[in-house]
């Protein structure tokens, strides 16, 4: 058996990082995610006036429940899509001017239905050059709150940065979604929403934020369930091995934790325990027809040990994989077919065919750091796969290529 340390959770990372800015008092996180995401989430926080003091194993963040420290301030977003989400959100509920802008990559990713919400609350938001993405600017004057109707079938980080924006609003929020993917991801939400003092509740597809504000404290980040999902497919696929991610056990917030069930209708062994996962291998690996919508983030890791399986893997209902640091659905199609491997793709479906990928072949990641971390998993079988860009795993993981290469040498 091999015990993975896992750097932790990108997505509880930022939404702390949110809730700490927000809060009243100093609240100190520990074991937050350090990556190229979260440090430029950091680093706008700073940006806006935020205190945060960082240390090995301790970020520690001044709260401003009032809002930015900062008038005017200018944000780069980076690659990130939670603060390019995030903190325009956040800076709403203050008072001054804020300008924000991202990467090329990030610039085309949409935001449109946030900035039609924030804009249904009274906030002045205006988009730079192409409306419904960065750079945009927040003439912040607080926001007093309401109700709001919400589009969340792109991205769930639609909602989860209005419902944090809810405690810091004079009225509170009350969102009605007509459409949500990734659920999971806004249970985490609204689990830490809660710890941080939030009053949230909800009816149907109707949650009701209370104007509470939040209280400091001292927050655990718990490992990156979505970045556990390459070694655990990587225990799955290697006969006689076995994976155990410490950490990540039965009160695990993280959605994506689900993958290893798909591993488990795929015949490997899964075992989840109060402190920990583990995933063994059977040494088979059978085809299945998958719903991943709610963990949508694990396609490209289940597309790249897919062809190993005795049938066919369908993965449906993952249109939302097309809006993310590349079209991930289109991505993972186009490199097994380079690998030899048959694949059938539709508008929010793809079908992969058992086959024995065959290198050399040169991976093309479209600086997305899941298409490089989910054929690494390929590379285990198949020699001579590299990768155009193998340096974006710095989003969420920039060590990576040495944890993945000491865990392959274990063999």
């Known amino acids: 058996m091999t015990l993975i340390d896992i750097p932790g959770s990108k997505s509880v990372t930022a939404r702390a990082l949110f809730l700490a800015a927000a809060a009243e008092g100093t609240t100190t996180l520990l074991r937050p995610l350090v990556s190229d995401d979260t440090e430029g989430f950091a680093e706008g926080l700073t940006a806006l006036g935020y205190g945060v003091r960082r240390e090995p194993g301790a970020w520690h963040i001044e709260g401003r429940p009032a809002g930015p420290g900062a008038a005017d301030a200018e944000v780069y977003c980076r690659d990130g899509a939670t603060t390019a989400r995030f903190l325009p959100t956040l800076a709403a509920a203050g008072r001054g001017t804020y300008r924000f802008d991202a990467s090329a990559q990030m610039r085309r990713r949409p935001l449109g239905p946030l900035s039609t919400a924030l804009r249904d609350l009274g906030v002045d938001l205006r988009h730079g050059e192409r409306e419904g993405h960065h750079p945009l600017s927040v003439h912040a004057a607080g926001v007093k709150g309401g109700a709001l109707t919400l589009d969340a079938g792109q991205s769930s980080q639609y909602l989860t940065a209005l419902l944090m924006l809810g405690p810091l609003t004079a009225e509170g929020l009350d969102i009605t979604v007509t459409d949500l993917v990734s659920e999971p991801y806004v249970e985490i939400t609204l689990a830490m929403m809660r ?217």
């Not at 950490?247 to 490997?268: E, H, I, K, P, Y």
């Not at 949508?296 to 289940?302: G, I, K």
């Not at 289109?330 to 539709?346: K, W």
């Not at 993981?397 to 040498?409: E, I, T």
């Open 195 to 411: 710890a941080f003092g939030a009053e949230v509740t909800q009816e149907g597809r109707t949650y009701r934020v209370a104007p509470t504000g939040y209280r400091a404290r001292t927050y655990g980040i718990e490992p990156d369930a979505s970045t556990a999902s390459y070694f655990f497919a990587a225990a799955a696929l290697e006969p006689g091995r076995s994976v155990t991610v410490p950490g990540l056990g039965t009160g695990a917030l993280q959605g994506d934790l689900a993958f290893v069930d798909v591993l488990r209708r795929m015949g490997a062994e899964v075992e989840t325990t109060e402190t920990g996962t583990t995933v063994r291998s059977t040494g088979t690996l059978r085809g299945l027809t998958v719903n991943m919508r709610d963990i949508s983030d694990t396609m490209p890791t289940l597309a790249a040990i897919a062809p190993f399986a005795d049938g066919p893997v369908r993965i449906e209902d993952v249109a939302n994989t097309r809006v993310k640091e590349c079209d991930r659905l289109d991505a993972c199609a186009e490199n097994l077919r380079r690998l030899g491997v048959t694949v059938e793709t539709g508008p929010d479906w793809i079908e992969i065919h058992p086959g024995t990928p065959v290198g050399p072949v040169e991976i093309a990641t479209h600086g997305d750091h899941r298409i490089v971390m989910s054929f690494a998993v390929t590379a285990l079988r198949t020699p001579g796969i590299t990768f155009d860009d193998p340096g974006c795993v710095k989003k969420t993981f920039p060590d990576f290529h040495q944890v993945f290469h000491r865990y392959a040498r274990t063999a």
